[in-house]
């Protein structure tokens, strides 16, 4: 970390998991040791009292009928009824996989915000601020960095527990990008991060 990094009070952060699904990391170079890596956050942020939250894409027939086709990103899966909700494919990793009280929500579109009720339940929870993880470094992490921080959320964003099919994309959001709205920090800064508290 290259500037000062402020601790986070577990109290009133979630650490979000976003698009870890067993569909999306077949299709990603490094998932085996992307996994164990994210789990180890998850452990120490839960130890720490800090909130867990899972972010996960899932289609069902409404939504699929609902596509519209000017939506360049989405409409192939749409049209092959890809990623649909109950498929276990779309299910989260096992080996990350939510405990009973985490939140958990369902999106239809790239970012966490825009089509779930994820605002609402971080407000009513007393969270202020979100620790991000999740794939892809381009696809999810970047639309919820940006909307989170017109939301007025303290961001971090977990390095290596985001990762993206094009490494220098990756490197590009978080080195030059990300830096902006978030505080880009590795894991074993989390836990020193959360251990100052």
Do not use: W
Request: charged share 25%.
């Amino acid at each position: 970390m290259n500037e000062t990094v402020p601790t986070i009070d577990p109290q009133h952060a979630m650490l979000l998991v976003m698009d870890y699904q067993r569909a999306i990391l077949n299709n990603l170079p490094g998932a085996d040791e992307l996994l164990p890596r994210l789990a180890a956050a998850i452990d120490a942020a839960r130890s720490r009292g800090v909130r867990i939250g899972y972010v996960r894409l899932g289609f069902d027939d409404a939504d699929y009928d609902a596509m519209p086709d000017t939506n360049k990103g989405l409409t192939a899966i749409a049209a092959g009824r890809r990623m649909y909700h109950e498929a276990p494919e779309t299910a989260i990793h096992d080996a990350v996989a939510p405990e009973l009280d985490d939140l958990i929500v369902r999106k239809t579109r790239v970012g966490a915000f825009s089509t779930t009720d994820l605002d609402e339940q971080l407000r009513d929870g007393k969270i202020d601020t979100l620790i991000l993880a999740g794939i892809s470094t381009s696809g999810v992490v970047l639309s919820t960095v940006r909307d989170a921080a017109d939301r007025d959320y303290r961001l971090y964003v977990l390095e290596d527990g985001c990762a993206d099919r094009d490494q220098n994309v990756h490197d590009l959001l978080t080195q030059k990008v990300f830096p902006r709205q978030a505080y880009i920090i590795s894991i074993a800064d989390l836990s020193s991060l959360l251990a100052a508290e």
